[in-house]
């Protein structure tokens, strides 16, 4: 049997203090969370995400949390990503909250309608979880039930809304006073990559007036995009007022990335990356490469305060990838030391 | 209909100026209504706005118009009634991730808007749908929060008058 072991070793590293629980309330801060503190600290973070088990092995929770130890300074648990049944997000980020990691509970507004949204976020928020992600999901059409009923009660910008309702004004959307409101962190994803393009901007604008602190963007493999979209952002002040994560991956292969633009919505794949693909030799490396030389870009623009890597079935090659990249500056992301996983050793 | 409804997107300036101009009486007489018959009418009133709306937008009659502030697209065309769209599923050709035959109808929306007298309407943050409004009239309801703010206005200003 694996088990969490407190372990408080790490004591020069700053954002250890009481990993299972939130840190002291900080001044400025809205969460008590670690992820907050690197970003209000001004250092460039690197988030990622686990695809939650088909299983009720909590081991394997840990398990694929581990993979991104030292690299990741906060785990995004996919909210039935795709319209695929997983565990969910709620149970995955309360696993990950206990042994002192920082998740980021990923709530789509495809299965749920305001009331068990709301539930959820003061469930989690009791379980010490201080991020919530707000999207508003894929269709159901997309994914291993498309006979199921869609909810869409709300949006991406909604949810945002009601977030900062409970925490702010401790109530309900009912107006229902709250006991104790949840001290989360907000956020949401924006893709400036589909179209209308140029009202990408605009519409990130309006998540950040509706509360988003942090964003994490759909792939980015096109930096041009980006670079004109990030400078207008800064222009507008957006970058003042939220942090934002632009988001890279890794190809396996030229098959996958032609494969990914043509069947899944929203991935924008530019020709010149399929074809440096299919002219590698070894082209999981090159996808790897790829996606290194995309962190170190992305970090070079204005505006940009981390990164989010996606790397779905090549987990285990993140922390290669970061390491490679330099964008922690040689920082180390705090991970819980305790955890043993007693079925590899 | 839906290429009425994308003609209504691509032309909403000329809605727009329609709009501006047939809301005052549209409002103007059901609040005469409502104050002369109460709510006998509503019914009739529902229908006709459901029929008219749902010719020339596709209306779905939430009961929460918004298609002043979305470039004359009704938002509940969208197979996610995103009033915050669009959503970061849209296909490269501009069409709709659920249903790719179809344009997305925030793209419309946003295409819609840029034409109009006030585009950044549609910029403002819309919160989701009081579902409880569906199958209502909006015009009915718009026509009563006026009327009933004008009211106010006139206690407020009596009050004012009086201290
Ligand atoms: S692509 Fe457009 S119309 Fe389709 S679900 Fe997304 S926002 Fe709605």
Request: hydrophobic share 40%; aromatic share 6%.
């Amino acid at each position: 049997m694996n088990k969490p072991i407190d372990n408080h070793d790490n004591e020069h590293h700053p954002y250890v203090d009481n990993p299972g629980s939130p840190l002291p309330p900080k001044e400025g801060h809205v969460s008590q969370g670690r992820f907050e503190r690197v970003l209000r600290d001004g250092h460039f973070a690197v988030t990622s995400e686990i695809a939650p088990p088909d299983s009720v092995d909590a081991d394997e929770v840990y398990r694929r949390a581990a993979l991104f130890d030292g690299a990741v300074d906060a785990i995004n648990a996919t909210d039935g990503s795709g319209a695929n049944c997983h565990m969910s997000s709620v149970a995955v980020c309360a696993l990950l909250s206990h042994i002192g990691y920082s998740p980021i509970l990923q709530i789509s507004c495809r299965d749920k309608n305001r009331i068990a949204i709301q539930g959820d976020i003061l469930g989690a928020a009791a379980m010490g979880v201080c991020n919530v992600l707000a999207l508003t999901g894929d269709d159901v059409s997309s994914g291993d039930h498309p006979e199921a009923k869609p909810v869409f009660d709300l949006d991406s910008v909604s949810l945002l809304t009601t977030i900062k309702t409970m925490r702010e004004e401790s109530r309900f959307l009912s107006g229902r006073k709250l006991d104790l409101a949840p001290k989360v962190f907000a956020g949401s994803s924006i893709n400036p990559f589909v179209p209308p393009i140029e009202s990408r901007v605009l519409q990130l604008r309006k998540k950040v007036e509706a509360g988003a602190e942090f964003i994490q963007s759909q792939y980015c493999f096109d930096m041009d995009i980006l670079k004109s979209m990030m400078k207008r952002a800064v222009d507008m002040g957006l970058t003042e007022k939220a942090f934002i994560l632009p988001g890279v991956g890794t190809l396996a292969s030229a098959k996958t990335a032609k494969w990914l633009r043509s069947n899944v919505p929203g991935v924008h794949i530019p020709d010149s990356i399929v074809k440096r693909l299919e002219g590698a030799e070894k082209q999981k490396a090159e996808g790897q490469k790829i996606c290194v030389e995309l962190m170190q870009q992305v970090k070079e623009i204005e505006g940009v305060s981390g990164v989010h890597v996606m790397a779905y079935r090549q987990e285990e090659f993140v922390t290669e990838m970061v390491d490679a990249s330099g964008v922690l500056d040689g920082r180390k992301a705090w991970a819980p030391t305790g955890w043993v996983d007693t079925a590899r050793t | 209909m839906y290429s009425l409804r994308r003609f209504a997107s691509k032309h909403s300036k000329a809605y727009e100026v329609v709009y501006k101009f047939v809301e005052p009486p549209i409002l103007a007489s059901l609040t005469w209504l409502n104050k002369v018959a109460g709510d006998r009418f509503d019914k009739p009133i529902t229908w006709m706005e459901k029929h008219t709306k749902g010719a020339l937008f596709d209306c779905q009659m939430c009961g929460n118009c918004v298609l002043s502030k979305t470039g004359m697209t009704c938002p509940m065309n969208c197979p996610k009634t995103i009033r915050n769209g669009p959503c970061g599923g849209v296909r490269a050709n501009g069409n709709c991730e659920v249903k790719p035959e179809m344009k997305c109808v925030w793209v419309e929306a946003w295409g819609g808007a840029s034409k109009m007298r006030n585009p950044q309407e549609i910029e403002l943050v819309q919160f989701a749908v009081d579902r409880s409004h569906q199958g209502s009239s909006a015009w009915i309801r718009l026509a009563k929060e006026r009327d009933k703010e004008k009211q106010d206005r006139k206690q407020a200003a009596i009050a004012e008058d009086v201290s």
